[in-house]
Nanobody
Framework: QVQLVESGGGLVQAGDSLRLSCVVSGRTFSNYYMGWFRQAPGQERELVARIHWSGGRTFYADSVKGRFTISTDNAKNTVWLQMINLKLEDTAVYYC????????????WGQGTQVTVSS
């Protein structure tokens, strides 16, 4: 059974840091792209960051460039999202997702973890 399990969310103050983790299981993800998405209330889900499992081919949304870093840990079967200098507008449910190949569909999803940034 393929699973993506996120954790690490919470309530923080603006300017704080947080690290989200996504533990993957159930198959080999070496050929997959891994992504972190977020969805705020009343808004569409948006891609925040993306990485190939090998560690390259990263992408960041303009809104998080310079503040968020996505990485993979093959030994721990984990995808990380390090977030620094958090802003109020970063408040959302964050989801981990996977797709096979750059042209594939994001068709494997985790359950999400809530990040709330307060002033």
């Amino acid at each position: 059974q393929v699973q993506l399990v996120e954790s690490g969310g919470g309530l923080v103050q603006a300017g704080d840091s947080l690290r989200l983790s996504c533990v993957v299981s159930g198959r080999t993800f070496s050929n997959y792209y891994m992504g972190w998405f977020r969805q705020a209330p009343g808004q569409e889900r948006e891609l925040v960051a993306r990485i190939h499992w090998s560690g390259g081919r990263t992408f960041y949304a303009d809104s998080v460039k310079g503040r968020f870093t996505i990485s993979t840990d093959n030994a721990k079967n984990t995808v990380w999202l390090q977030m620094i200098n958090l802003k109020l507008e970063d408040t959302a449910v964050y989801y981990c997702a996977a797709k096979l190949g750059v042209g594939g569909r994001w068709d494997i999803w985790g359950q999400g973890t809530q990040v709330t940034v307060s002033s």
